[in-house]
């Protein structure tokens, strides 16, 4: 059921900060979070936003790697779909396992590119250019619950 969705227009990167760390408390152990938005939107960035405030600092790209895990005041698991060619795959790497751990927050980049591969969504949050500033994001967070 969806709870809430909330729109941000043309952001810059220390409105996204402040954003992020009003999510960081809602953010639940156990919670699944999609990313959704072209190459270059900000997902990762977010995730690192929010990861300071569970004392996290060394977040990098898992675009390469498809699975980083952090430990901090939350435990974090951090996705890229990106590589991933189908669902199969994502049972081979033991994704499944990963995604029903309830003592880690789940982060999910390009989940869009496997339909059908997350079973539950906590958060939604779409990422996009800003058109009237380049350098800036236009973000809409949904959460259900
Ligand atoms: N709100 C923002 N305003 C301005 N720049 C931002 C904002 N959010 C992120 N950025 C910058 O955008 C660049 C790309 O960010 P990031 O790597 O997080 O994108 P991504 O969506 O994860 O890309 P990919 O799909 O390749 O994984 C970074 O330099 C980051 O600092
Ligand atoms: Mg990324």
């Not at 009003?22 to 997902?43: A, H, M, P, Y």
């Amino acid at each position: 059921m969806k709870i809430f969705d909330k729109t941000f227009n043309c952001i810059g990167k220390s409105e996204l900060k402040k954003i992020a760390k009003e999510l960081s408390v809602k953010i639940k152990e156990g919670d699944i979070i999609e990313l959704i938005g072209e190459l270059g939107t900000g997902k990762t960035y977010f995730v690192k936003c929010i990861c300071e405030y569970y004392k996290i600092k060394n977040v990098s790209s898992p675009s390469f790697n498809i699975f980083n895990q952090y430990n901090g005041k939350l435990n974090v698991f951090h996705f890229d779909f990106y590589r991933i060619k189908s669902k199969n795959e994502l049972f081979n790497i033991g994704f499944y396992e990963n995604l029903s751990d309830n003592d880690a927050v789940k982060f999910i980049e390009w989940p869009n590119l496997i339909p059908d591969a997350i079973p539950i969504v906590n958060y939604r949050i779409y990422f996009d250019y800003c058109k009237e500033h380049k350098l800036k994001r236009n973000i809409i967070i949904v959460c259900f619950k």
